[in-house]
């Protein structure tokens, strides 16, 4: 992502940070439809036309369609991939596979951001040779899950912006042997997908601006099984381990509310995410609960 620097953190007013949650719920329910459709056989084109369907049918626009040329709405980063996997009709899912979706909408002008892993079904005969076992990379997405929701219970105002990068780095290491991807961070986010701050994984804390009621972030994690170098593909988008081990990417964009941290892209704004910081439950994946009711305040009526 690129980044203008030297932008002041932009400061969304609460009616703004309500839009934007209506471009999290959409955000959210396109990439529920997607996840929802992914088993062995299925193209990842296929998985990039429903959640494209989903957007347009709420009335929002892709965001990243057109966003320097990419030319989907989601990126669909299968097993090595880490990051930003253009859908193709050729790729086709095997059980057994791991993909990361990421997607993004616009509604009236505002951003919504949010990426989940999850695995295909269950290693079988299908299976690409060598894949990682079941349990190892449930290990994983429930690592890189669990590290993103450490980094969001830090978007509360009066903290700075490294406490999140901290609590994300601290959580990724206290989880096991996993290979922490530095180069791509997280981002500010509002009439942009990206802006200023960046919000690396990695750092101490107590450092950069302090985080101030309506500000809203796009925070992102990366893990892997092996090494964390990257490489670039040709295709000039698909970002993939140098050492072929298999990726976990977990995204959401948060709005800092004087009640606290706002997952805008969570359907229950939050709540079973962060419950599972207290250890009461495990959320990965297709094993995630369904989204609850949304409750007062949250702006379903708007989508309607
Ligand atoms: N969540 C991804 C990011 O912030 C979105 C990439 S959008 C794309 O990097 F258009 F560049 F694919
Ligand atoms: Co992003």
Not at 89 to 105: F, H, K, T, W
Request: some cysteine; charged content about 20%; hydrophobic content about 40%.
């Amino acid at each position: 992502m690129r980044l203008r620097r030297d932008e002041p953190i932009q400061i969304k007013t609460p009616a703004q940070i309500a839009i934007m949650r209506e471009a999290g719920l959409v955000t959210a329910a396109a990439l529920h439809a997607a996840i929802a459709a992914v088993a062995p056989g299925i193209s990842t084109a296929e998985l990039d036309a429903i959640a494209e369907r989903e957007i347009r049918l709420a009335g929002a626009v892709p965001s990243f369609k057109g966003y320097h040329g990419y030319p989907a709405t989601i990126c669909t980063s299968v097993n090595n991939q880490i990051v930003h996997g253009i859908p193709s009709a050729e790729q086709v899912l095997r059980g057994g596979d791991v993909i990361s979706i990421d997607c993004g909408a616009i509604v009236d002008g505002w951003h919504g951001d949010s990426a989940v892993t999850v695995h295909v079904g269950h290693g079988d005969d299908g299976a690409e040779p060598g894949s990682p076992g079941d349990a190892e990379l449930a290990g994983l997405l429930r690592a890189c899950e669990q590290a993103l929701w450490h980094g969001l219970a830090q978007a509360v105002a009066g903290r700075r912006l490294s406490d999140i990068s901290h609590a994300i780095a601290r959580a990724a290491r206290a989880a096991g042997r996993y290979g922490i991807v530095r180069e791509y961070t997280g981002h500010g986010i509002g009439t942009q997908m990206h802006m200023d701050p960046a919000v690396p994984n990695f750092g101490r804390p107590g450092r950069g601006p302090v985080l101030q009621e309506g500000m809203a972030l796009a925070i992102e994690r990366m893990l892997v099984l092996g090494q964390p170098q990257t490489r670039l593909l040709d295709d000039e988008w698909t970002v993939v381990t140098e050492d072929g081990s298999w990726a976990a990417h977990f995204e959401h964009t948060v709005a800092i509310t004087a009640d606290g941290p706002w997952v805008l892209t969570a359907p229950d704004g939050g709540v079973s995410g962060f419950a599972t910081l207290a250890g009461r439950k495990t959320l990965a994946g297709r094993n995630a609960p369904e989204p609850v009711a949304a409750g007062a305040g949250d702006q379903q009526k708007a989508r309607d």
